[in-house]
């Protein structure tokens, strides 16, 4: 029912989409397109199994959005899960399963757009402080209403028009680059223009290496209009004084592998005064516990929980299965992917016999976990006692799905949590608690970390069991 790990592999690394994740209009927009969320649910699901995605939503509601995503019915009102899953794989095997055609959402060439955006990235970071303002490129959002939006390349200043925060910058960039790949001229030059016009971007353009130009389009009285360069070849946007961009040097192909950062962007005018701006507090990585509402028709993502759910867009493969952000990235991605097409679209992208086997999986894991349970804990003690033993570490604890009345589920995993400040040669702990077990993971985390998600600390604070 599944690929096999080689046939994921090229699959996944020919045909993923583009490595772009953005919240348009409450959806999780993969690589420019609602195809390429849908492409990427897809591949999660394939490498991941129906199971990972089970997992995050009550049985109930999975069998309903089966019997709906397949147009299927059952005779009779039985509420025994057991005997719903039964009447389901009968009328399944009438059903000859067609995979869509996804296609569209491929990420497509990546050269030259990377090698582009690259290079105007580096050249534009090395005179912007020149400029009065910062710059940055792809992963970092540009906040827009409830919209946030990862533009290839932004210049801003955190004034005025914007503001910092840790994550992202709310408000419009005083200029922003987006760079084309073929099949994403709709994103890029209707749906984004569009949003950047309602919302005032000062400077938008757009880079388009299939046709060698370059758009440029300028905010007056509430809409765009399209600019052209001067008479010299430099096109000089009104929205950051001083900066001059020779348009036509990009596409001269030799600049491809030789660099052109010295020369794409000129400063005109003295050195402006800079001063670092200061970053806001506000929604960051973590700062909501993850808690996607799923349901059988799609729902709204907040910008909020996109902020702190959604991780760094690398798409990665290892240990058989696509990759964003390891495993609780990717978990993260893949209810946000749910929110966006609600379940009953959702389990249309894998054949209707992988969900039913992936419920009956879990009915049999729940019917088994107070065994689970008992050799986690014992695994745990192991654990505890080889962290004392060889790492000196006399504070361990527990939280996280082991202490918790629930039953276990595909994404649980042994949390170990130490109070004390000082670890000795962190790697070495974790390949002590990976030889004693791969399966369950073992994690192991200090108290006291910067980097704990607001679940975890509320864990450690609410939950912890000593050990």
Same mark, same amino acid.
């Given at each position: 029912?599944?690929?096999?790990?080689?046939?994921?592999?090229?699959?996944?690394?020919?045909?993923?989409?583009?490595?772009?994740?953005?919240?348009?209009?409450?959806?999780?927009?993969?690589?420019?397109?609602?195809?390429?969320?849908?492409?990427?649910?897809?591949?999660?699901?394939?490498?991941?199994?129906?199971?990972?995605?089970?997992?995050?939503?009550?049985?109930?509601?999975?069998?309903?959005?089966?019997?709906?995503?397949?147009?299927?019915?059952?005779?009779?009102?039985?509420?025994?899960?057991?005997?719903?899953?039964?009447?389901?794989?009968?009328?399944?095997?009438?059903?000859?399963?067609?995979?869509?055609?996804?296609?569209?959402?491929?990420?497509?060439?990546?050269?030259?757009?990377?090698?582009?955006?690259?290079?105007?990235?580096?050249?534009?970071?090395?005179?912007?402080?020149?400029?009065? #303002? =910062?710059? %940055?490129? @792809?992963? /970092?959002?540009?906040? &827009?209403?409830?919209?946030?939006?990862?533009?290839?390349? !932004?210049?801003?200043? #955190? =004034?005025? %028009?914007? @503001?910092? /925060?840790?994550?992202? &910058?709310?408000?419009?960039?005083?200029?922003?680059?987006? !760079?084309?790949?073929? #099949?994403?001229?709709?994103?890029?030059?209707?749906?984004?223009?569009?949003?950047?016009?309602?919302?005032?971007?000062?400077?938008?353009?757009?880079?388009?290496?299939?046709?060698?130009?370059?758009?440029?389009?300028?905010?007056?009285?509430?809409?765009?209009?399209?600019?052209?360069?001067?008479?010299?070849?430099?096109?000089?946007?009104?929205?950051?004084?001083?900066?001059?961009?020779?348009?036509?040097?990009?596409?001269?192909?030799?600049?491809?592998?030789?660099?052109?950062?010295?020369?794409?962007?000129?400063?005109?005018?003295?050195?402006?005064?800079?001063?670092?701006?200061?970053?806001?507090?506000?929604?960051?990585?973590?700062?909501?516990?993850?808690?996607?509402?799923?349901?059988?028709?799609?729902?709204?993502?907040?910008?909020?929980?996109?902020?702190?759910?959604?991780?760094?867009?690398?798409?990665?493969?290892?240990?058989?299965?696509?990759?964003?952000?390891?495993?609780?990235?990717?978990?993260?991605?893949?209810?946000?992917?749910?929110?966006?097409?609600?379940?009953?679209?959702?389990?249309?992208?894998?054949?209707?016999?992988?969900?039913?086997?992936?419920?009956?999986?879990?009915?049999?894991?729940?019917?088994?976990?107070?065994?689970?349970?008992?050799?986690?804990?014992?695994?745990?003690?192991?654990?505890?006692?080889?962290?004392?033993?060889?790492?000196?570490?006399?504070?361990?604890?527990?939280?996280?799905?082991?202490?918790?009345?629930?039953?276990?589920?595909?994404?649980?995993?042994?949390?170990?949590?130490?109070?004390?400040?000082?670890?000795?040669?962190?790697?070495?702990?974790?390949?002590?608690?990976?030889?004693?077990?791969?399966?369950?993971?073992?994690?192991?985390?200090?108290?006291?970390?910067?980097?704990?998600?607001?679940?975890?600390?509320?864990?450690?604070?609410?939950?912890?069991?000593?050990?």
């Amino acid at each position: 029912m599944y690929p096999s790990r080689e046939e994921l592999f090229h699959d996944f690394s020919e045909h993923h989409p583009e490595g772009k994740l953005e919240l348009i209009d409450g959806k999780l927009i993969v690589g420019n397109s609602l195809v390429g969320s849908r492409l990427l649910l897809r591949q999660i699901l394939q490498g991941w199994k129906a199971d990972a995605a089970v997992a995050l939503a009550p049985i109930e509601i999975w069998i309903e959005a089966i019997k709906a995503g397949f147009n299927l019915s059952i005779p009779g009102s039985s509420t025994d899960n057991h005997l719903l899953l039964d009447a389901l794989d009968r009328e399944v095997q009438q059903i000859a399963y067609q995979a869509e055609d996804l296609a569209a959402g491929w990420g497509g060439d990546h050269f030259p757009h990377d090698r582009i955006r690259q290079d105007l990235t580096m050249a534009l970071f090395a005179i912007a402080k020149q400029l009065g #303002g =910062q710059s %940055l490129g @792809r992963d /970092f959002v540009m906040r &827009l209403g409830n919209n946030g939006f990862t533009p290839d390349l !932004i210049f801003f200043k #955190g =004034q005025g %028009l914007n @503001r910092l /925060f840790s994550y992202y &910058l709310d408000g419009p960039a005083e200029l922003v680059i987006e !760079i084309l790949r073929p #099949g994403h001229e709709y994103c890029d030059r209707v749906l984004k223009r569009q949003y950047y016009e309602a919302t005032g971007v000062p400077e938008y353009w757009i880079l388009n290496p299939s046709t060698q130009q370059t758009e440029f389009w300028r905010w007056n009285e509430g809409q765009y209009q399209q600019q052209f360069p001067d008479n010299d070849g430099f096109y000089r946007p009104h929205s950051v004084p001083g900066l001059a961009f020779r348009a036509n040097l990009i596409w001269q192909e030799e600049n491809w592998y030789n660099g052109f950062e010295q020369e794409a962007f000129v400063v005109e005018t003295s050195a402006q005064p800079y001063q670092k701006v200061k970053e806001m507090e506000g929604p960051e990585w973590g700062s909501l516990p993850f808690q996607p509402q799923l349901s059988l028709s799609p729902t709204p993502i907040r910008f909020e929980e996109y902020i702190s759910w959604c991780p760094e867009a690398k798409f990665e493969f290892f240990d058989g299965k696509p990759q964003i952000g390891y495993k609780i990235g990717t978990k993260h991605v893949l209810g946000m992917l749910m929110m966006t097409f609600g379940l009953v679209s959702a389990v249309q992208v894998l054949p209707p016999q992988t969900w039913i086997a992936a419920l009956r999986q879990r009915l049999d894991l729940e019917q088994q976990d107070a065994q689970r349970k008992a050799a986690w804990w014992q695994l745990a003690r192991q654990a505890a006692e080889r962290l004392h033993n060889q790492f000196g570490l006399s504070h361990v604890g527990a939280i996280g799905d082991l202490v918790r009345p629930q039953p276990l589920n595909y994404w649980s995993e042994i949390t170990l949590v130490t109070q004390d400040a000082d670890i000795p040669e962190y790697w070495k702990i974790y390949d002590a608690l990976s030889e004693l077990s791969k399966d369950p993971e073992i994690r192991f985390i200090r108290a006291e970390n910067d980097y704990l998600t607001v679940e975890e600390k509320e864990a450690i604070a609410q939950e912890m069991i000593q050990l």
